[in-house]
């Protein structure tokens, strides 16, 4: 577990280098900055629209920096053959991946926190109210990027970064539809399609039990309840599909 | 390319991007001129809610703020034009199907649909959708009372939606006030004044100018 740690904070170090990091956390702060001159024209709603684009616009940053960083993070220790030096020391496959992981979604986390910190002190300033239920929605959101992430590493442990990049959005677009899939699967369908998309409905992240922010934007706290089992539930998604592309990543063939 | 190496290209290619920026500026205002600066037609396309709704992939709150500040620039463009808001119903339901607790959306749509379309029958609709998504807010129940009071003078139902939004947590004071008043003086000028009188403390900027523009109207009856 060590070495998982040790390979996180190198990832990270790796990360923050990168200047799309740097692009990304500028546009944050643009989205803050703009969404708060849009407020005059939201005739008295500048608050709601304010919280909106803060919430929604960290959450789709650190997205979007979980897929592209995160799809090219393997693939660059083979192409630069880094990873011969790393897997000769006392290090397994699975730790190393585990290390990518959480190197990537601490990252991706501290940028939707930040962004999150940056609402909170806009609305203090302006609006005179620190509405902390928002902390509910950053939860709920770090667990989803920590999903979101596991997507990734677990299809980069054994396809091109391209490839990684495309069935991780596909999979992201499916998991806010997972609901929507099942419910058009159920209306006279053939038994075998109802079979099958129930299937691909279970293995499908459900991403919209994440969401929260249209609750806390209007003033309404994450009950507990949603809190702990929207946890429960990406922790064992997180699990499944480490296990998963920790299994693929120790039978892969570098060459 | 050649052209364009050193401190004189740089120049030319400065001025050219600036004529062809001019070019298409003019373009774009000569359409808008021929378009005879008919405002805001475009929102005839928008498409449902639901579908749009499908199309956020969770971040729906953002996408009914972005309709709602384009519901505000419509309404804003066609109050200096022509005085039609045909689809201001659409784009409000369009708002609220994206984020159904999106209360003030609700209550300015069927401000508008009442008062400038004299369609309380649809606003009072726009009202109960909203009641239904939010059974516990004052606000929707007082506004839909307000319309009854002063749209269709239905002086029962007005009391009745002044009754149940004092019993609703968050209520100011005045809501008792309002539903005391109803059911003693309904169909009382004086009542219809205080409640516009309300409308023009608290409503935005829009609802403030039609309760200016009511009140003035009821004062110039007085005397008939």
Same mark, same amino acid.
């Given at each position: ?255 | ?47 449902? $809610?639901?579908?749009?709704? !499908? =199309? /956020?992939?969770? +971040?729906? %709150?953002? &996408? ?86 002063? $749209?269709?003078?239905?002086? !029962? =139902? /007005?009391?009745? +939606?002044? %009754?149940? &939004? ?59």
């Amino acid at each position: 577990m060590t070495g998982a740690f040790a390979i996180a904070q190198n990832t990270i170090r790796e990360v923050v280098r990168q200047r799309m990091v740097l692009v990304l956390a500028l546009f944050g702060v643009a989205l803050v900055a703009a969404s708060q001159v849009l407020s005059p024209i939201a005739l008295g709603e500048g608050r709601k629209v304010v919280t909106d684009f803060g919430l929604a616009g960290s959450s789709l940053l650190a997205t979007l920096l979980a897929v592209m960083l995160g799809s090219n993070l393997l693939h660059k220790e083979l192409e630069r053959r880094t990873i011969y030096a790393v897997m000769a020391k006392p290090i397994r496959r699975s730790e190393f991946l585990l290390g990518k992981f959480m190197g990537l979604w601490v990252t991706s986390a501290a940028l939707v926190a930040g962004m999150t910190a940056m609402v909170l002190a806009l609305l203090s300033i302006v609006y005179r109210d620190t509405p902390w239920l928002l902390l509910g929605s950053l939860t709920l959101t770090v667990v989803e990027l920590g999903v979101i992430t596991a997507v990734v590493v677990f299809f980069s442990s054994f396809t091109t970064p391209a490839l990684t990049a495309f069935f991780a959005m596909a999979t992201i677009v499916a998991g806010h539809f997972a609901d929507d899939l099942l419910y058009f699967a159920t209306q006279g369908a053939s038994p075998w399609i109802t079979r099958t998309t129930e299937a691909v409905y279970w293995l499908l992240p459900h991403l919209e039990l994440f969401n929260v922010r249209g609750q806390v934007v209007h003033g309404i706290a994450v009950a507990p309840e949603r809190l702990a089992f929207g946890a429960a539930y990406g922790l064992l998604y997180m699990i499944a599909l480490l296990v998963a592309a920790g299994a693929i990543f120790e039978r892969r063939e570098f060459r | 390319m050649t052209l364009l190496r050193g401190r004189g290209g740089l120049f030319a290619a400065l001025v050219a991007s600036g004529i062809f920026l001019a070019g298409a500026g003019m373009l774009q205002r000569s359409y808008r001129t021929q378009q005879g600066g008919r405002p805001a037609d475009e929102l005839l396309y928008y498409p449902s $809610g639901i579908w749009v709704r !499908q =199309a /956020a992939l969770g +971040y729906e %709150t953002v &996408a009914a703020d972005i309709a709602w500040l384009r519901a505000i620039q419509y309404y804003g463009e066609h109050r200096l034009n022509d005085q039609r808001y045909d689809m201001i119903g659409h784009v409000m339901g369009i708002v609220t199907e994206l984020d159904p607790r999106f209360t003030e959306a609700y209550v300015f749509g069927a401000f508008v649909l009442a008062q400038e379309l004299r369609q309380p029958q649809r606003g009072l609709e726009l009202l109960e959708r909203g009641m239904r998504a939010n059974p516990e807010s004052w606000r929707l129940a007082f506004e839909t009372g307000f319309l009854h009071y002063v $749209g269709t003078k239905n002086y !029962q =139902a /007005a009391a009745r +939606y002044f %009754t149940r &939004a004092s019993r609703l947590p968050g209520h100011p004071e005045y809501v008792e006030r309002f539903a005391a008043f109803t059911n003693q003086r309904a169909g009382n000028r004086g009542m219809a004044i205080l409640l516009w009188k309300r409308i023009e403390a608290s409503g935005n900027k829009y609802m403030q100018d039609v309760a200016r523009r009511e009140l003035k109207r009821l004062e110039a009856t007085e005397g008939i």
